[in-house]
């Protein structure tokens, strides 16, 4: 973990997913077998952390100092600081990537609950719409809606569309996460998964500069989401084949296509 976030500063995320997941587990057990494992997660995580130590001793910061003053990557800059909105975009990009591999879950809603989800859904693309130029960052799907700018108001309807979906898809998981709360809490490399994804979110609050969210860096919790996906919706039916094939496809059509491009 700590050699991870030695390459992705964006995997700390790691720690306090691994720790409370580990105190989680403390439960029901006896007090002297709490003290023991209690000592190995602090030990655990210090080991985990020398690596990210190091790191800050000798750049004097989380992020390099290329990074910082915006000297190495076309003057766009980061570290530690302020901002409010970008864990907004952070949750916006997991949902979106985690519809693809849960779509079968918007077939669960209760009818009853299912219209009040579309109305919110409809209205939160409305307003995503309004705030694509903030929302969408340079990614696959930023090119996306710009390519559907060219017919009228196409980049509107597009991204409204897109937002509301992935606004109704991320309702329908709750009363499914509450259906299965018990798996949740009984298997940990779900809980893990789970915790890993929230706390990616959450530190997006504490990344100043000007750095955008690029859909790539999404790829560091891919794994994480489709555990998440796969192992509260199971079931490989030919519908979801389909979809990870469109998916698979795509991710190649953009590999090769940069690759030769460039």
């Avoid at 709490?34 to 190995?40: E, P």
């Avoid at 990210?52 to 990557?73: E, K, N, Q």
């Avoid at 017919?151 to 979906?165: E, H, K, N, S, V």
Wanted: aromatic share 12%; hydrophobic share 55%.
């Amino acid at each position: 973990m700590g050699i991870a976030v030695t390459c992705r500063q964006y995997y700390l995320a790691l720690f306090p997913a691994a720790a409370l997941v580990a105190v989680f587990q403390l439960r029901g057990r006896g007090p002297k077998e709490k003290l023991f494992r209690a000592l190995g997660i602090v030990l655990f995580l210090a080991v985990a952390s020398a690596p990210v130590i190091l790191l800050i001793m000798v750049w004097r910061d989380i992020s390099s100092p290329g990074m910082a003053t915006g000297l190495s990557y076309n003057n766009w800059s980061a570290g530690v600081g302020l901002n409010v909105f970008r864990p907004i975009v952070a949750s916006f990009s997991s949902c979106f990537y985690l519809l693809p591999l849960t779509f079968p879950v918007l077939w669960r809603m209760r009818p009853a609950a299912s219209w009040p989800a579309l109305l919110f859904a409809s209205l939160g693309g409305i307003v995503a719409a309004c705030l694509r130029s903030s929302l969408l960052q340079p990614g696959p799907l930023h090119a996306l809606v710009r390519a559907a700018s060219r017919l009228p108001a196409g980049d509107f309807i597009l991204f409204g569309l897109i937002a509301g979906l992935t606004i109704y898809n991320a309702i329908a998981m709750g009363p499914l996460l509450w259906e299965k709360r018990d798996i949740v809490m009984s298997c940990p490399p779900l809980l893990f998964a789970l915790l890993t994804a929230v706390f990616f979110v959450v530190e997006q609050l504490g990344v100043g500069g000007n750095l955008p969210l690029y859909d790539r860096y999404l790829l560091q919790i891919a794994p994480f989401l489709g555990v998440i996906a796969f192992t509260l919706l199971p079931q490989l039916t030919s519908a979801r084949l389909v979809a990870l094939t469109v998916m698979a496809a795509v991710s190649q059509f953009m590999l090769w296509h940069y690759a030769f491009g460039s």
